[in-house]
């Protein structure tokens, strides 16, 4: 069973370009997190999504940032207009329905997405 | 979500055992304790996680106190791979996003 998987690993964008980061949950899970790590700070929260439905965007910028996660295909994290503070490590992860793992509650997460912004 | 408090820190020699803790003394009755490290920027790990006993997997041990307001991670035998950032995080169980703290850098030596 794989993992979750993250794409690109490395993203170089110039300032006012377009970054979109990819996330494959694992199989079976239904939910999925992003998170954001700017260097030589912890993991900060953006943004839940369920199949089809954005359930807390709560830790999203306001503006540039969305995300989606359709039925079908991966999670897709989007920032426009990239400015130099956006780079960061954008790490993804997924869980299984509450309620329904035996550990529950637990998130796995993908090896994130490292993205330099010139 | 209940706040967590860790030494910023830790050192431990190879081979010795490794005594995480972690306070949680605004936790509430529904709140499970979760543990994760990060090794050098990759992606945080899932370690082991309890809400009132003592849990223990093939990673480590988790010790939470009587009253759930601290709680320890060992690492019976530490090598130089578990050098990583170590994060408690308080939280319940269903759907919500994990609330992560600066953690504590444990760094074994060999």
């Known amino acids: 069973n794989a993992g979750v998987m993250q794409n690109p690993r490395h993203l170089v964008r110039r300032r006012g370009q377009e970054a979109r980061l990819r996330c494959s949950p694992m199989k079976g899970h239904s939910h999925v997190y992003w998170y954001r790590q700017l260097p030589e700070e912890g993991l900060k929260f953006m943004v839940y999504?369920?199949?089809?439905?954005?359930?807390?965007e709560s830790g999203m910028p306001k503006e540039r940032f969305s995300a989606e996660f359709p039925k079908e295909g991966p999670s897709i994290l989007r920032i426009q207009q990239v400015v130099r503070g956006d780079s960061a490590a954008y790490f993804c992860a997924s869980s299984p329905q509450p309620g329904t793992s035996g550990r529950a509650g637990e998130q796995f997460f993908g090896p994130g997405t490292r993205l330099t912004v010139l | 979500d209940a706040k967590t408090t860790q030494p910023t820190s830790m050192d431990c020699a190879e081979g010795r055992a490794a005594n995480l803790p972690c306070n949680h003394s605004t936790i509430s009755g529904n709140e499970y304790v979760y543990w994760y490290r990060q090794i050098h920027s990759q992606g945080p790990q899932y370690i082991i996680h309890?809400?009132?006993n003592n849990e223990t997997n093939e990673m480590a041990s988790l010790i939470i106190t009587e009253d759930r307001k601290s709680s320890t991670l060992i690492l019976p035998h530490a090598t130089l791979r578990d050098t990583a950032v170590y994060y408690c995080i308080v939280r319940s169980n269903y759907g919500q996003n994990f609330v992560f703290g600066p953690g504590t850098r444990l760094s074994v030596l060999p």
């Open positions: 999504l369920q199949k089809e439905n954005i359930i807390d």
């Open positions: 309890g809400l009132k």
